[in-house]
């Protein structure tokens, strides 16, 4: 049975906690998106724990009515951390009047894909050589091969409207 997770957002403790985790599995705080890069530890987020300790974190970067997606974590996979915290930034957008949820993922990542297709996610575009081109000018930490040695090249987006067009945001 999986746990009830009530996301709260990320303080000082577990904004300590992230320092290692982004290093170790991010290859930093700097976060590759759509030919910029985000920092990490300036972005608001959310987190689920268990007993204080961070089993699972979600950070966004809001721009006026459409919110990026920009990491999202589940320390322990299938207990639903990753929904919860999905859940928690999508009301949380609502609240704030955002039309549109956005996020990026690579060519490789197919459980991501299906993830957040699973939860209202469609695919928005194809970016095609995006990740070489973030490689080259951006980040030159991203890997060569991703999940499954699928060459890592291209970044999806993919989007979750808020609020239908001629209708009030929900």
């Not at 998106?33 to 724990?49: C, E, H, I, K």
């Not at 930490?141 to 409207?161: W, Y």
Request: charged content about 25%.
């Amino acid at each position: 049975m999986s746990a009830v997770w009530q996301a709260q957002p990320l303080a000082a403790p577990q904004r300590q906690a992230l320092e290692p985790l982004l290093r170790e599995n991010w290859g930093g705080p700097l976060i590759a998106s759509r030919g910029r890069l985000l920092d990490a530890r300036q972005l608001p987020g959310l987190w689920v724990g268990e007993e204080d300790r961070l089993v699972g974190y979600l950070l966004y970067h809001p721009e006026g009515d459409q919110w990026e997606v920009a990491l999202l974590e589940a320390l322990e996979q299938g207990r639903g951390v990753g929904s919860a915290l999905l859940g928690a930034v999508e009301a949380l957008a609502r609240r704030c009047g955002c039309k549109r949820l956005w996020l990026v993922t690579t060519n490789d990542n197919a459980h991501a894909l299906a993830f957040y297709q699973r939860r209202g996610f469609s695919l928005a575009a194809l970016h095609r050589d995006a990740v070489t081109e973030a490689r080259k000018t951006l980040k030159p930490s991203l890997p060569l091969v991703g999940e499954g040695g699928i060459p890592l090249r291209d970044e999806l987006e993919l989007e979750k409207r808020l609020c239908r067009a001629g209708s009030p945001a929900l």
